[in-house]
């Protein structure tokens, strides 16, 4: 039996599991007659609480299952690009890396490689091929550069786009679950690592050294950036390890790039 969560003027057997008011006294049309006129709730019981928090329960244990199916139904792979500037419509994709959860780096070097030098027409390309084989692309600061600046270099060489996919910045998670000292992808590291980190420094001269005609001085300076870039993703999947678990995967939107 329960009582009428209205002015408990009846006891009843509910018929659904959402059946709070009587119908003796037409007590639902009552409370919706009430919060139209927005006044006090005439009743609040330890059973309108409890009714309450598990439905908040309820939820939670939903979006765990949903999350678990996601992880163990889908694919994920981290992801970082190097460039030769921070704008795409004056510089071009250096290199780029993509590693599966649980699998080996798969790289993919531009033109410049070459003794000749070129563009970065073919590797956006290859890259974007790549990209479209994983469900969820995970990236620290994706948002605002490499998946951008890889829409912008497909665009301005003529290319097809991207497309629909799911895409993870964990920049955000380190920012709005955690209080880290620094939000770089090398302190969290760190911080979670017992302040080991993969990553290497680049310099300034280093990028010059990229880009220069020599490709004696070129191509060190290259295979040191694509360590570096290697050396990304795996420290972005050993963050993802510890930190990825929450992230709400149901609300990740599908995006077009």
Avoid at 75 to 85: N, P
Avoid at 127 to 134: K, N, S, V
Avoid at 160 to 183: A, C
Avoid at 216 to 231: E, F, G, T, W
Wanted: proline share 3%; with cysteine; aromatic share 10%.
């Amino acid at each position: 039996m329960r009582k009428c969560l209205y002015d408990n003027c009846h006891e009843f057997n509910p018929s659904t599991h959402n059946h709070r008011y009587c119908n003796d006294c037409k007590c639902k049309r009552k409370e919706e007659n009430r919060k139209k006129q927005l006044t006090k709730p005439l009743v609040y019981d330890e059973e309108t609480f409890e009714l309450q928090e598990n439905r908040k329960r309820a939820l939670i244990e939903r979006r765990d299952a949903r999350n678990e199916w996601i992880r163990g139904n889908k694919t994920f792979a981290m992801f970082d690009i190097e460039t030769t500037d921070l704008r795409a419509d004056g510089g071009q994709l250096l290199c780029a890396c993509i590693k599966p959860v649980g699998g080996k780096v798969r790289s993919f070097k531009g033109d410049i490689y070459l003794p000749e030098g070129g563009d970065d027409t073919t590797v956006a390309a290859e890259i974007r091929d790549a990209l479209r084989e994983y469900d969820y692309i995970v990236t620290w600061f994706g948002d605002r550069f490499d998946m951008p600046f890889m829409s912008t270099r497909l665009l301005l060489t003529e290319q097809e786009m991207i497309g629909d996919k799911y895409h993870i910045d964990l920049i955000h998670t380190s920012r709005w679950k955690f209080l880290f000292n620094s939000n770089r992808l090398q302190s969290v590291e760190e911080a979670l690592m017992d302040g080991k980190s993969q990553k290497t420094r680049l310099s300034r001269m280093l990028w010059a050294q990229a880009q220069s005609f020599n490709y004696k001085v070129r191509k060190p300076a290259l295979d040191y950036i694509l360590d570096h870039c290697v050396k990304d993703v795996q420290s972005l999947e050993e963050i993802w390890d510890r930190i990825g678990g929450l992230k709400d995967l149901g609300t990740v939107p599908l995006r077009r790039y």
